[in-house]
């Protein structure tokens, strides 16, 4: 079994629909929570950061974090084209010191 | 967010020359960075963990000897794939961890002729 387990998609949903990604894990020492959108041919790029349980929300996007079932969530409202790309979930434990990746959900938004 | 930027964004080369790979932190200092491979269609794997001033922690599986990392200042770490080959040719992204956060840079894709 994998550390990180994430659905590859590809996700298509339509303009203006609401986004659900998801991850779970096995380790229960990941306390550092995060989300990269990766576009192709491009470097990841950091979306969202939560440290430990809880809800996080910046402008679109929702991350929210279930240590209790070892699940975390991407939520992104209204999407739009240019939110196509791939995301991936990371973690890392305390003491930092690499992070954890799952394999990437591609998302594909119609207009 | 933090900028890492990374050079060459491409490179392409012969068989069994040797390519090097620069990863800088623009507007900040990093202690550590790692070096990622990727695989079409495929997630990140991490090649090694790059201090600065000390010697990199490879994962298992990777060649140190083939794959050799630099870390000479808090701003710069270097790639270099030696002898490469055809089966090197992949996407090579580096990151810098900025307190418990990592920012990556742009990739550098490597084909090997």
């Known amino acids: 079994q994998k550390e990180v387990e994430q659905d590859p998609g590809p996700l298509s949903v339509p303009e203006g629909a609401i986004v659900s990604l998801n991850c779970t894990y096995s380790?229960?020492?990941?306390?550092?929570f995060m989300w990269y959108r990766q576009y192709s041919r491009k470097g990841p790029e950091l979306l969202m950061y939560?440290?430990?349980?809880g809800n996080k929300e910046d402008g679109r996007f929702t991350a929210q974090v279930d240590k209790s079932s070892k699940y975390i969530s991407l939520f992104i409202r209204d999407s739009q084209p240019s939110d196509s790309a791939t995301y991936l979930c990371?973690?890392?434990?305390?003491?930092?010191?690499?992070?954890?990746f799952g394999t990437g959900t591609r998302l594909l938004v119609s207009p | 967010g933090a900028v890492v930027s990374q050079h060459p964004s491409w490179v392409i080369c012969k068989s069994g020359t040797s390519v090097k790979i620069e990863c800088r932190s623009l507007d900040f200092q990093a202690t550590t960075m790692f070096w990622y491979r990727q695989f079409p269609k495929q997630s990140l794997m991490l090649m090694a963990t790059?201090?600065?001033?000390?010697?990199?922690?490879?994962e298992q599986g990777v060649e140190k000897d083939k794959f050799l990392i630099n870390h000479a200042s808090l701003t710069l770490s270097t790639l270099t794939v030696t002898s490469a080959h055809p089966e090197d040719s992949s996407f090579y992204i580096c990151s810098a961890r900025v307190a418990n956060e990592q920012f990556f840079g742009p990739g550098t894709r490597l084909t090997v002729l």
């Open positions: 939560t440290y430990s349980s």
């Open positions: 990371a973690m890392s434990a305390v003491g930092f010191q690499k992070l954890v």
């Open positions: 790059s201090n600065e001033g000390s010697k990199a922690t490879y």
């Open positions: 380790n229960s020492a990941f306390q550092y």
